[in-house]
């Protein structure tokens, strides 16, 4: 996935089975965002692989404080990249969904 | 270690914690 500055990861083993999971998002490198970046630390949340959007989830952070609204699409981006990532290794080891 | 938490009015809830050691670039 590209660089985007943004680090997405789990936050928990990945079963294959859940469609809810934990994933932790920390700014690696705060010179790729547009906007003054505050060291907030490293944000843990839930993502529903089958019914969330990373996009609206980048919103809530713009909308919590932890963004600027000119980096909710580098957010998102970076959100979206580990869910594919999450959804390819699953159907790579045969899970179920 | 200290952590905070933000509870966005869609319902979702972050948890603010330290960035996991050495995974920072150099700023």
Redesign the interface.
């Known amino acids: 996935a590209e660089d985007t500055g943004v680090?997405v990861e789990l936050n928990e083993e990945d079963d294959g089975k859940k469609s809810t999971i934990a994933l932790?998002l920390?700014v690696?490198?705060?010179?790729k965002l547009k906007g003054k970046y505050k060291d907030?630390?490293?944000?843990?949340?839930?993502f529903n692989l089958e019914k969330e959007v990373p996009e609206v989830?980048a919103q809530?952070?713009v909308?919590?404080?932890?963004f600027l609204e000119c980096d909710v699409k580098i957010v998102g981006k970076s959100i979206r990249d580990r869910v594919a990532l999450i959804k390819w290794r699953r159907v790579r080891t045969g899970s179920p969904n | 270690s200290a952590t905070s938490q933000v509870v966005h009015s869609a319902g979702r809830r972050f948890i603010v914690s330290p960035v996991p050691e050495g995974r920072l670039k150099d700023q």
Do not use: L, Q
Request: charged share 40%; hydrophobic share 35%; proline share 5%.
């Open positions: 680090r932790k920390w690696e490198d705060p010179k907030t630390g490293a944000i843990e949340f839930t989830v809530e952070m909308e919590s404080g932890f």
